[in-house]
């Protein structure tokens, strides 16, 4: 695993939050609050419930993340 991939897990949209925010399942147990990067709202990458994702864990807080992309 490079440097790029640590903290970068798979997981599923389960909801949708207001503000911007998501609701993901990682491995089946836990659940992540993401948000989408900038390059993804720039680009206007539509998330819905059930999509796959993969997602940046900030290196603090294991509950928050960061959506990188679609998987």
């Keep these: 695993m490079s440097l790029e ?3 970068r897990v798979t997981g599923v949209v389960m ?5 911007g925010l998501y609701q993901v399942d990682v491995d089946g147990a836990s659940r992540v ?5 900038g390059s993804a709202d720039r ?3 539509r998330l ?3 999509d796959r994702v993969i997602v940046e864990l900030a ?3 294991g509950t928050r993340g ?6």
Aim: glycine share 8%; net charge positive; hydrophobic share 45%.
């Design 66 to 71: 960061r959506i990188v992309r679609k998987a």
């Design 43 to 45: 680009n206007f990458v």
């Design 48 to 50: 819905l419930v059930g």
């Design 59 to 61: 290196p603090r807080d």
């Design 15 to 19: 909801a949708q939050l207001p503000s």
């Design 5 to 7: 991939d640590a903290g």
């Design 33 to 37: 609050t993401a948000h989408a990067t």
